[in-house]
């Protein structure tokens, strides 16, 4: 099947600084990626629908700029936390929409852990 | 806007039994996608089962099989002969079929744990 891939897998960085978050299709074009927030024993929050060669779309309360997202290529989206603090601690997930066909298959990534210290 | 409400915060199944997990949505649309996620320890996401909503043909994938009912807004898991890998949290979710956002909705999900 589809394989969506995160990296890094787990992450810490130091307070004030920015840590950037890849995610890859590896066998498919996704014109359409997901990233999500995941709180410990909560369901997955979207944060933001991130398209190829456009601006991503933010959910409402997710500050744009310091969750930066650069849909860049068919096959790779980036979130960017920028100037991180304790509080963006979190399992932060991607999923990725295959191109063409009606669309109703999702892939998620395995997920990345970023702790601020 | 949509909603995906799953009322069983933990549920709990004996290895061999056979459990069902509860999922009612809210939406005005006729057309969209209804999906069961798995999320084991490792976290990562695992589609178990999907089900179109124009198909009145509850879906199945070996041991799991849903009950839509599309009127009632309801879209139920059965996990028949559970394992002691189905332990996991379970998250019920809905997706729009086409035009506008196809962000999927989630519930607050369901840990199941298995029994031996």
């Known amino acids: 099947g589809a394989v969506v891939s995160q990296h890094p897998s787990r992450v810490i960085c130091k307070s004030g600084t920015s840590v950037k978050i890849e995610c890859r299709s590896l066998?498919?074009?996704?014109?359409?990626m997901f990233w999500y927030r995941q709180f410990p024993k909560k369901s997955l929050m979207l944060m933001a629908t991130?398209?190829?060669?456009?601006?991503?779309?933010?959910e409402q309360g997710v500050e744009k700029d310091k969750f930066l997202i650069n849909h860049a290529s068919l096959t790779l989206s980036t979130l960017t936390v920028t100037s991180a603090h304790p509080e963006d601690s979190s399992f932060y997930i991607c999923?990725?929409?295959?191109?063409?066909?009606?669309?109703?298959?999702?892939?998620f990534g395995e997920g990345s852990w970023l702790t601020v210290v | 806007a949509q909603t995906v409400t799953q009322s069983q915060p933990e549920m709990s199944v004996q290895e061999a039994e056979t459990v069902t997990l509860s999922c009612t949505y809210d939406?005005?649309?006729?057309?969209?996608?209804l999906f069961w996620y798995k999320q084991p320890p490792s976290r990562q996401m695992i589609l178990v089962i999907r089900?179109?909503?124009?198909?009145?043909q509850n879906a199945t994938e070996n041991r799991f099989s849903v009950n839509f009912q599309k009127a009632a807004k309801s879209f139920s898991l059965k996990i028949s002969d559970s394992q002691l890998g189905d332990a996991a949290m379970y998250f019920c979710?809905?997706?729009?079929?086409?035009?506008?956002?196809?962000?999927?909705?989630f519930g607050k999900g369901t840990k199941l744990t298995v029994n031996p």
């Open positions: 979710a809905y997706r729009r079929s086409q035009g506008g956002s196809e962000k999927l909705v």
């Open positions: 991130s398209n190829e060669g456009s601006k991503a779309t933010y």
């Open positions: 066998d498919f074009q996704a014109t359409t």
């Open positions: 999923s990725a929409r295959v191109r063409g066909g009606r669309g109703n298959t999702i892939y």
């Open positions: 089900q179109e909503a124009y198909k009145q």
């Open positions: 939406t005005s649309e006729s057309d969209y996608y």
